[in-house]
């Protein structure tokens, strides 16, 4: 180590220990809390993360627990972080866990490196964390502070920079002190090495910050930009039930496989443009919801437009157009499709944009009975 790498790790080490934040993952060393929070926090911010991770660890309390657990549990528990193959994939990773290793998450960086939905980060921070193995633990976050303090001028966006900042953050490690130096270095960036406003000021190691030295914190790290998500419009049919499922709407099950896999949501279809602009008109909009109907087998007529809704994953972004229907029979319902009424949301798995649409469907309902 030279000079301003020592700086750098002796320095960041005495701030983490001064300002670190009480985090429940962080209380105790089990690797199982930590794998939990690391993919919990792919994505999503920590305080949003810590109920999540709270109740979670409540009902699943070790990885033999969770490969025991119901899909549908844990998709209830996952419900509202997003990014459901997380679950599925953490799922499937403590069965592996279970099954191999006892129900004990090994301390072994290629065994843990070759579970399921463990990529080359969380298998990095499991092993530092938990461990205290000297592995580095570079996700955005750390390679933002690295850019900065080495003033590092790759793109951040190839895969070749992680591997090589993946170095830099290892040979930075203080022998015995992985777990802290990681946590520190991740703290950093979130707290105060942050992208938009650096607090230079206010930072352990900016006496030898080579980025702000040369005023290139705002400009560091280099990152070319992705491609935005691609937006797609489609429609769906809140459906009515009559009779015996007045008061209910009708929702169905994806597919085994894909996006979203075996969640329920309402029944939708991908727009077919119309004009030669690319809208679609309301009239031409009912018609597909008409034939999206027909096509699933469901005896029910589009009434009105209902409302519009969004949802943006990391490729794609839903733009729902939400028309209400009214059903015409009390039919059979087609396999895969079910009646729900509010008391037993909580038995399904939702993607987050359809509970807000069906809760608010409900809380509108309850407000008109209510007058
Ligand atoms: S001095 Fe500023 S740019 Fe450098 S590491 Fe600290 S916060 Fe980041």
């Known amino acids: 180590m030279d000079e301003q790498q020592a ?181 950093l960036g979130a707290l105060t090495c942050t992208p938009k406003s650096p607090s230079c000021l206010l930072c352990p190691v900016m006496e030898h910050c080579e980025g702000r030295l040369a005023g290139e914190e705002l400009l560091l790290p280099i990152k070319t930009k992705a491609k935005p998500p691609k937006p797609e419009v489609r429609f769906a049919a809140l459906v009515e039930g009559m009779g015996r499922h007045e008061g209910q709407l009708l929702i169905r099950k994806r597919p085994d496989t894909g996006l979203l896999a075996r969640m329920w949501e309402l029944p939708h279809v991908l727009a077919q443009k119309q004009t030669s602009k690319g809208s679609t008109t309301q009239e031409a909009a009912m018609d597909q919801v008409r034939e999206l109907l027909f096509q699933e087998g469901i005896h029910a007529e589009p009434v009105e437009a209902y409302c519009d809704a969004e949802h943006t994953f990391s490729h794609i972004q839903w733009q729902m157009r939400v028309y209400r229907c009214k059903a015409l029979s009390e039919m059979a319902l087609p396999p895969g499709y079910a009646y729900i009424e509010r008391e037993h949301m909580a038995e399904y798995a939702f993607p987050n944009l359809f509970v807000k649409l069906i809760q608010g469907y409900f809380e509108e309902q309850q407000s008109v009975r209510n007058g």
């Not at 809390?33 to 305080?47: A, F, H, K, P």
């Not at 990885?63 to 549908?72: M, P, S």
């Not at 843990?112 to 938990?130: C, D, F, H």
């Open 7 to 187: 700086f750098f790790s002796r320095e960041l080490l005495r701030w983490y220990h001064e300002n670190r934040r009480d985090l429940p993952w962080r209380r105790g060393h089990n690797p199982y809390y930590t794998w939990v929070s690391e993919i919990m926090l792919q994505q999503t911010r920590v305080d949003t993360v810590i109920p999540y991770f709270e109740r979670f660890i409540s009902k699943f309390p070790t990885a033999t627990a969770l490969a025991d657990a119901k899909e549908e549990d844990v998709l209830k528990a996952w419900e509202g972080l997003g990014y459901y193959s997380r679950a599925r994939n953490l799922q499937a990773a403590a069965r592996e866990v279970k099954e191999r290793y006892a129900g004990e998450v090994p301390d072994d960086v290629a065994a843990v490196s070759s579970l399921k939905g463990i990529g080359p980060y969380t298998a990095g921070a499991i092993m530092s964390i938990a461990f205290n193995r000297n592995e580095p633990a570079v996700d955005g976050n750390v390679m933002r502070v690295l850019s900065r303090f080495f003033r590092l001028h790759d793109d951040i966006a190839k895969p070749s920079t992680r591997v090589k900042i993946e170095k830099v953050a290892r040979a930075l490690i203080p022998d015995g002190h992985a777990s802290h130096f990681n946590q520190a270095l991740m703290e």
